[in-house]
Nanobody
Framework: QVQLAESGGGSVQAGGSLRISCQVL???????MGWFRRSPGKGREGVAS????????FYADSVKGRFTISRDFGKNTLYLQMNSLKPEDSAVYYC?????????????????WGLGTQVNVSS
């Protein structure tokens, strides 16, 4: 089982930047890791995922060009750099690690999940 812990959420004004982190706490990890988000009244949305030892990534259209997913294997940490933030980016952001047998991407099936970190973007 993969255990994950997010940090770095907070409040920022529109147009600002924020970086959130996800520490892999368990000895077991996964090549495919990602970030998802959920805002009030909406379902969970795939934001970005990373695989192939960090060389390949998927991004949701809504964040392309603004968000960057990266991974530090030495620190067992996944990051999401968020720039040009918009109020609609406000959500709880969840780190996720793909379960075996699952295909990397932005579908929310077959992941291990962290508890989430809140990001608020004010206009």
């Amino acid at each position: 089982q993969v255990q994950l812990a997010e940090s770095g959420g907070g409040s920022v004004q529109a147009g600002g930047s924020l970086r959130i982190s996800c520490q892999v706490l368990s000895t077991e990890s996964a090549d495919c890791m990602g970030w998802f988000r959920r805002s009030p009244g909406k379902g969970r949305e795939g934001v970005a995922s990373l695989y192939a030892q960090g060389r390949m990534a998927f991004y949701a259209d809504s964040v392309k060009g603004r968000f960057t997913i990266s991974r530090d294997f030495g620190k067992n940490t996944l990051y999401l750099q968020m720039n040009s933030l918009k109020p609609e980016d406000s959500a709880v952001y969840y780190c996720a690690a793909k379960r075996r047998g699952g295909r990397c991407g932005l579908s929310d099936e077959l992941w291990y999940w962290g508890l989430g970190t809140q990001v608020n973007v004010s206009s």
